[in-house]
């Protein structure tokens, strides 16, 4: 005997999708909406639908907008001498929230991970190169997450900056091993960018 109708059971499996969602959580959630929660429901359903149409990349760091270039990229305050390259939105904002930092970014969206099929095209490592080629960048943080895979990106990143005789540094250890940007606090993320370290064979 089935435990749950079609729909409902479609519906658990979709919140189950989402990350940190298990089966017990999907289904509090659903049974949430449907209990007198109506137009909650309905405006978490028209809010995804809404940006599903109108949110996009950022054309130049990649970042979601609702137009062309996002806040950021539209903000000629910034310091555009300095470029922090993160793997993930939420790790910008994580950045961001450190209010440490004042230059622009570049969302890889991902990282290298060869077992995944993802490589430097699927990170957009030639739009990279265009800012890059294009704007008076004079340093880069690389902010990649400290796994394997994100140390790798880091060190392709490097050698990419190398071309273009940018330098190219590498947020420090305050981040554990192993542990993702998004997760970190804003103290450790502070110390971690105060102290970030130069990679790669570079004249000091």
Known sequence: MKKFSPILQDLIE????LPGIGVKSAQRIVFYLL??????ALFLAETLNN???????CTICRMYAEEELCEICKDNKRDQNILCIVESPADLIAMENTMQFNGRYFVLMGHLSPIDGIGPDEL?????????????????????SPTVDGEATAAHIASVAQKFNIKATRIAYGVPFGGEIEYVDSNTLIQA???????GNQDQ
């Not at 209990?35 to 909650?40: G, I």
């Not at 960018?193 to 990679?199: C, D, E, K």
């Open 124 to 144: 957009k490592i030639n739009q990279l190169e265009e800012l890059f080629d294009h704007n008076p960048i004079n340093e880069v943080i690389i902010a990649t």
């Open 193 to 199: 960018i105060l102290n970030r370290n130069t990679i």
């Open 14 to 17: 979709a919140f189950k999708q």
């Open 51 to 57: 940006s599903l149409v109108s949110v996009q990349e």
């Open 35 to 40: 209990q007198d929660n109506t137009e909650k």
